[in-house]
């Protein structure tokens, strides 16, 4: 599939509710020069709706320390509220004060 048809498939799938699905999409544009900025941010979300922070984490903290990306308030955010939910307050704190 090609990666734009891949993007919109994905999106569509995220949009529909079908998270296993844009989930496999999106992981398969991370390297990709046209949408490795984007679908980080995709995933991120769906792990945070799956509920999954751990991989929420594993995914979020290096966007963090790597990009320059207009969504990085909106990661950090995630990042603190995974923080939050696995009940580790004080590095919750200091993702929340980056929104």
Request: neutral net charge; charged residues 25%; glycine residues 6%.
């Amino acid at each position: 599939m090609l990666p734009s048809a891949n993007y919109y498939y994905s999106h569509i799938a995220y949009l529909e509710k079908n998270y296993e699905a844009a989930l496999k999409g999106f992981k398969q544009l991370e390297n990709n020069e046209t949408f490795k900025n984007i679908a980080p941010f995709y995933i991120v979300q769906i792990y945070y709706i799956q509920g999954d922070y751990e991989e929420l984490l594993k995914t979020a903290l290096p966007i963090l320390d790597n990009e320059k990306s207009k969504k990085i308030p909106d990661i950090a955010r995630l990042v603190g509220e995974a923080y939050f939910k696995t009940g580790k307050y004080k590095e919750a704190l200091l993702y929340f004060g980056n929104v």
